[in-house]
C-alpha cells in the first residue's frame, strides 16, 4: 500500500538558512499533520490542513509556515533556520479529520 | 488541555514473553481515540493499535493487545510472544474527537528491548 511520502529524508542547512519539506499524502487523503520531534524527545504538534484549509496551529514559530495545495500535498517552509530547529520532522495523513494518522518516514535536518 | 503520561521510561523482555507498557492520560473530554505507536530504530513512526473511547471492548491486533480502563484512564499495551523486532520506542498517543482539534498529544515514550 502507498505511503505518506517526504522530501528530502535529509537536510543539511546552515543558521539564517531557510528549508522546504515536502509532504505527499497516502492517495486520498485530504488531511495533513506537520510533527517536529527533537532528540530524545516526543513528536510535537506543528500545524494541520484539511481540505486544503489550515485545521489547528500548535507550536510552531512565527519563522514557520505551510500550506497544502490543490493535489493535497504539502510544504514546511522554515526561514532564519537556528540551531534547536534541528529535529526530525514528520508528516502524517489521514482520511479527513478525527482518523488515524499514517506518518511517513521524517525529514531530518541539520542546522549548523 | 490533555496529558499523557508513561511511567516507565526503558522497558526489556526476553524473546517469547509477555511485557506490558503503561499509559495514562487526562482529559475532560468523554469522546475521543488513543493509540499506540511504535518507533524503532530507523525512527519510522508506525501505528500499532488504536482504541475508540465509547467502544467498551479492547482492541487487539494479532501479538498487540490494549487494556482500556476508562474511568481509571488507563490505557496499557500488551505485547505477546516478543520478538526481536519489537524492539523499538512505544509512545502512547491522545486524540480528541470532537470539537476542532484533532492532533496527536503523546506521552514521553518507553524504550521497549527485546533480549534473545
Not at chain 1, 506537520?34 to 519563522?63: A, V
Request: one cysteine or more.
Amino acid at each position: 500500500a502507498a505511503g505518506v511520502i517526504q522530501s528530502p529524508r535529509h537536510l543539511i542547512k546552515e543558521k539564517r538558512e531557510t528549508a522546504t519539506l515536502k509532504c505527499y499524502p497516502i492517495p486520498r487523503h485530504d488531511t495533513v499533520y506537520w510533527y517536529q520531534q527533537g532528540p530524545g524527545q516526543d513528536p510535537q504538534f506543528l500545524i494541520s490542513f484539511y481540505e486544503k484549509m489550515q485545521s489547528d496551529k500548535g507550536s510552531i514559530p512565527d519563522r514557520f509556515s505551510a500550506q497544502q495545495f490543490s493535489d493535497y500535498h504539502s510544504e514546511l517552509n522554515m526561514s532564519s533556520l537556528e540551531l534547536g530547529d534541528s529535529a526530525l520532522y514528520f508528516c502524517a495523513s489521514s482520511l479527513g479529520l478525527r482518523e488515524t494518522q499514517y506518518f511517513g518516514p521524517g525529514t531530518r535536518l541539520l542546522v549548523l | 488541555a490533555q496529558t499523557v503520561t508513561q511511567s516507565q521510561p526503558e522497558m526489556s523482555v526476553q524473546e517469547a514473553e509477555t511485557v506490558t507498557l503503561s499509559c495514562t492520560y487526562d482529559t475532560s473530554e468523554s469522546n475521543y481515540y488513543l493509540f499506540w505507536y511504535k518507533q524503532p530504530p530507523s525512527r519510522q513512526m508506525i501505528l500499532v493499535i488504536r482504541q475508540e473511547a465509547y467502544k467498551q471492548q479492547n482492541a487487539t491486533e494479532n501479538r498487540f493487545s490494549v487494556n482500556f480502563q476508562k474511568a481509571a484512564k488507563s490505557f496499557s499495551l500488551k505485547i505477546s510472544d516478543s520478538q526481536l523486532g519489537d524492539t523499538a520506542m512505544y509512545f502512547c498517543a491522545f486524540m480528541n474527537s470532537g470539537g476542532s482539534n484533532y492532533k496527536l498529544t503523546f506521552g514521553k515514550g518507553t524504550l521497549l528491548t527485546v533480549n534473545p
